[in-house]
């Protein structure tokens, strides 16, 4: 089935990225190569059940700081309206994770281009184990119509396709806005050629979606807050960092690259953030991307990256990135770099006992710090009560938290 929508996909749109300034790129100037080079980056998010591997959850949900003239995937199978809430539809998430149940949100790929000549390209990538959900500019998508467990069925036809992609090097940037502040911009601050689709310009080509895949690595929450952390391919995981954040103070320990299962110490809350961006800079230069790519890529999630919880950052295997996300450009770019984070949530001890006092105490501001991961958690504390009235006022307590949290979303018309 071919694709095509202009607006906002329900009230499921993508989360995971605030508003603020955008800051300047760093000064040193990235590589501007005279042969087709083609550089990539994007996040897959994950959530680690008790035994470490990746679990499901409603991957795509809450609010989205997306320009409206992004383009996104709409099906109303996969609304699920709780009229009992005031205020307008909300997504009851007992009912609507059925639809879109699944381990993945891949958020943001950007796909930039460089080049010393003007060139036309075509680019495909295809996603077997998922379904796309925004892009821009405009694109021909193909995907499985959105029922009861979507991504848990393969879907080797969904793909993505941008034809006769124009590349102007020499252009002068003109690009669309928006009202409102928006980190989707801050991907821009690159020297990647400009590009058009039909009468659309960008930077980049963008993309999201949501799927269902094993994570490249494990993370499961151990006593005191240790988490034990190992890969669960045959590729050895670079750049891996264990990161917490509690109210305003943070920690975090760089593990490097992890070849089997380790056990990790929390980190002291003593860390700043300066020093942490530094540190996942250089994964991702390492890895690959020229320094304005790596501050681009910080700055889109500066927020999100950062906020309340435990969680594991690493670099994707690239041979697994080429399995998840087959690409294909023609004509084929000389260089081909793909560089994607991985963050996989971790529920530790402190974050079930922070959530179970905010759901007890009607605390909203706690709860608002969790989000989108407000129902695995709590999906872990039910699992531990004896008493169905208990779990029934939880699961109550959740879906009004999510409720208020999904009132912050920018509808496009």
């Known amino acids: 089935m071919s694709v095509r929508a202009t607006h906002l996909f329900g009230l499921i749109a993508a989360a995971g990225i605030g508003t603020g300034t955008i800051v300047s790129a760093p000064k040193d100037t990235s590589p501007s190569p005279r042969e087709l080079t083609a550089h990539e980056w994007g996040t897959f998010t994950t959530v680690a059940g008790e035994n470490g591997t990746a679990i499901d959850w409603l991957p795509l949900g809450g609010p989205s700081d997306l320009p409206c003239f992004v383009e996104h995937f709409q099906n109303k199978a996969t609304i699920k309206i709780a009229p009992e809430y005031t205020g307008g539809p909300v997504i009851d998430y007992e009912k609507a994770r059925s639809s879109l149940l699944g381990r993945v949100r891949m958020e943001t790929p950007?796909?930039?281009?460089?080049?010393?000549?003007?060139?036309?390209?075509?680019?495909?990538?295809?996603?077997?184990?998922?379904?796309?959900?925004?892009?821009?500019?405009?694109?021909?998508?193909?995907?499985?119509?959105?029922?009861?467990?979507?991504?848990?069925?393969?879907?080797?036809?969904?793909?993505?396709?941008?034809?006769?992609?124009?590349?102007?090097?020499?252009?002068?940037?003109?690009?669309?806005?928006?009202?409102?502040?928006?980190?989707?911009?801050?991907?821009?601050a690159t020297e990647a050629s400009p590009l058009s689709v039909g009468d659309q310009r960008e930077r980049f080509l963008f993309y999201r979606g949501v799927a269902d895949f094993d994570a490249s690595i494990s993370a499961a929450a151990l006593q005191n807050g240790r988490v034990r952390i190992g890969k669960t391919g045959r590729d050895d995981v670079a750049g891996v960092i264990l990161f917490e954040r509690r109210g305003n103070t943070i920690g975090f320990r760089v593990l490097g690259t992890v070849h089997g299962d380790t056990t990790v110490d929390a980190p002291a809350l003593d860390g700043s953030l300066p020093a942490l961006r530094d540190q996942i800079a250089s994964s991702l230069t390492a890895a690959g991307l020229w320094p304005r790519e790596a501050a681009a890529m910080l700055e889109t999630w500066r927020d999100s990256w950062f906020e309340e919880g435990t969680r594991v950052f690493y670099i994707v295997p690239s041979r697994a990135v080429d399995a998840i996300l087959p690409l294909e450009i023609r004509p084929v770019p000389n260089n081909v770099k793909r560089v994607f984070v991985g963050r996989m949530e971790v529920i530790t001890q402190t974050t079930e006992s922070a959530v179970q006092r905010a759901l007890a105490t009607n605390d909203g501001a706690?709860?608002?710090?969790?989000?989108?991961?407000?129902?695995?958690?709590?999906?872990?504390?039910?699992?531990?009560?004896?008493?169905?009235?208990?779990?029934?006022?939880?699961?109550?307590?959740?879906?009004?938290?999510?409720?208020?949290?999904?009132?912050?979303?920018?509808?496009?018309?």
Not at 120 to 135: A, C, D, I, Q, Y
Not at 167 to 186: I, M, Q
Not at 378 to 404: F, I
Request: with cysteine; hydrophobic share 35%; charged share 20%.
């Open 110 to 188: 950007v796909l930039y281009f460089y080049g010393g000549q003007d060139t036309t390209l075509n680019v495909k990538v295809r996603f077997p184990h998922g379904l796309m959900t925004e892009w821009y500019p405009h694109a021909n998508v193909n995907e499985m119509i959105i029922g009861p467990n979507t991504l848990k069925q393969n879907n080797p036809a969904a793909t993505i396709e941008w034809s006769n992609v124009r590349l102007t090097p020499r252009a002068t940037p003109n690009f669309p806005g928006g009202d409102g502040a928006s980190h989707y911009y801050a991907a821009r």
């Open 366 to 413: 706690t709860l608002a710090r969790y989000a989108r991961f407000l129902g695995p958690i709590t999906d872990r504390l039910t699992a531990k009560m004896p008493s169905v009235s208990e779990r029934d006022r939880v699961r109550s307590a959740t879906n009004a938290a999510l409720a208020a949290y999904l009132k912050k979303a920018t509808l496009c018309e």
